[in-house]
T-cell receptor, first 114, second 116 residues
């Protein structure tokens, strides 16, 4: 049973550039959440996708956007990168019907903005 | 606003000794609490959760957590620590204001160092 996968593993970008991160949820899951984990901090919720729509959004600017595909995989896009966007980006999957269930996290994508 | 706090940045314990990683929460209504562990260069792994029922919750790898409503705490415990338990531990609460989205609010994390 494949768990949550993310690509790429590492990424280095320059300020002002745009980046796309990808996530495939655990088999059978239909909901994908994205979190940003800055160095030395706990993960912060960016947004969640269900049925190809953004269901909830955290306190992140519009430079952060996402998409969910019919196969439930998801992308996180960040435009006009800032140095402060350097972080580990985590994808988590779950079942929409399993509100009280745990979320399953992928290994993350380490984004470095120079 | 709902939140969790992990008052210790680091906990040091000798192998074989009991360990406790502390977590306190602030929520309106009944809390849904989780513990996750993160190893270097890895994502978060689920350890255990408290939804309702018995205040002592048993989880993976021999970990357990004690829910204390009066002290608004959810401390993670293990009777006998292993060197391999050394990792970063996160306490989290399900955001009750998010409807059914399951959004998690995480603490800052506690580094557990188990020495041989």
């Amino acid at each position: 049973d494949a768990g949550v996968t993310q690509s790429p593993t590492h990424l280095i970008k320059t300020r002002g550039q745009q980046v796309t991160l990808r996530c495939s949820p655990k088999s059978g899951h239909d909901t994908v959440s994205w979190y940003q984990q800055a160095l030395g901090q706990g993960p912060q919720f960016i947004f969640q996708y269900y049925e190809e729509e953004e269901r909830q959004r955290g306190n992140f600017p519009d430079r952060f956007s996402g998409h969910q595909f019919p196969n439930y995989s998801s992308e996180l896009n960040v435009n006009a990168l800032l140095l402060g966007d350097s972080a580990l980006y985590l994808c988590a999957s779950s079942l929409a019907a399993g509100f009280l269930d745990e979320q399953y996290f992928g290994p993350g994508t380490r984004l470095t903005v120079t | 606003a709902q939140s969790v706090a992990q008052p210790e940045d680091q906990v040091n314990v000798a192998e074989g000794n009991p360990l406790t990683v502390k977590c306190t929460y602030s929520v309106s209504g009944n809390p849904y609490l989780f513990w996750y562990v993160q190893y270097p260069n890895r994502g978060l792994q689920f350890l255990l959760k408290y939804i309702t029922g018995d205040n002592l919750v048993k989880g993976s790898y021999g970990f357990e957590a004690e829910f204390n409503k009066s002290q608004t705490s959810f401390h993670l415990k293990k009777p006998s620590a292993l060197v391999s338990d050394s990792a970063l531990y996160f306490c989290a609460v399900r955001d009750r204001g998010s409807g059914n989205t399951g959004k998690l609010i995480f603490g800052q994390g506690t580094t557990l160092q188990v020495k041989p």
